[in-house]
């Protein structure tokens, strides 16, 4: 099937980790976030998550089996739904952006979400746009290898948990506590662990 115009042209206006990491500074010194929704508390989230990704850019620890990348067979291409307010994002991305880094044949981009909701809608998690969102295809052919996101396992069990709850019973910010802390606990690995497990699938069905 071949890709579609709205996902080439995420990918083509996309940008790179640098260049992503340089916006979310810039919003933050502008005293805003990103999308079209502006609050106080979507700004303090941006600010805190500036913090967090630059602290994964400095003490991400890259499992052995993953110190010369992933085990990919042939080129792909990337791309990451995401918005800089996001806190999953903040944690995910960093890791994300090293291990692309790391594997030749890998471009690597990242879209903000609300800029491109045609392509989030088809990559919906249980009717939501949640974020970050990776979208990862095979150069030569078109084909769709795979997709992840928004979380990784562990960190989507506290978040179901939290939307089990009666309405009136949950607590927002316990339950962003509690996730947080889960992601510095987990130091990256299940994000690196699950990505693996993703490449080495299409390996696998390529063979």
């Known amino acids: 099937m071949p890709i579609s115009k709205d996902l080439i042209e995420a990918v083509e206006t996309g940008m790179s980790w640098d260049a992503y990491m340089e916006l979310f500074g810039r919003v933050v010194a502008e005293g805003r976030t990103t999308g079209p929704v502006q609050t106080e508390d979507l700004f303090a989230y941006t600010k805190l998550n500036l913090s967090r990704s630059r602290r994964w850019n400095k003490t991400l620890k890259v499992l052995p089996a993953l110190e010369n990348g992933l085990p990919i067979q042939a080129p792909q291409t990337w791309l990451v739904l995401t918005e800089a307010w996001c806190g999953d ?7 994300i952006a090293e291990l692309a ?7 690597l981009r990242f879209a903000l979400r609300d800029e491109h909701l045609s392509v989030m809608d088809r990559y919906l998690t249980n009717g939501g746009r949640s974020i970050p969102k990776l979208i990862a295809w095979d150069d030569a052919t078109g084909e769709e ?3 992840w996101g928004p979380r990784p396992e562990g960190a989507q069990k506290i978040y179901s948990a939290f939307l089990a709850q ?3 019973s949950r607590d ?6 509690q996730l947080h802390r889960w992601y510095f606990d987990d130091a990256g690995v299940s994000v690196q662990e699950e990505l693996l497990a993703l490449v080495r699938e299409t390996v696998e069905v390529e063979r």
């Open 166 to 168: 009666p309405v009136e």
């Open 101 to 107: 880094k790391r594997t030749s044949g890998i471009r």
């Open 145 to 147: 290898l795979f997709t």
């Open 89 to 95: 994002a903040a944690q995910c991305n960093p890791i």
């Open 172 to 177: 927002a910010e316990a339950m962003k506590e």
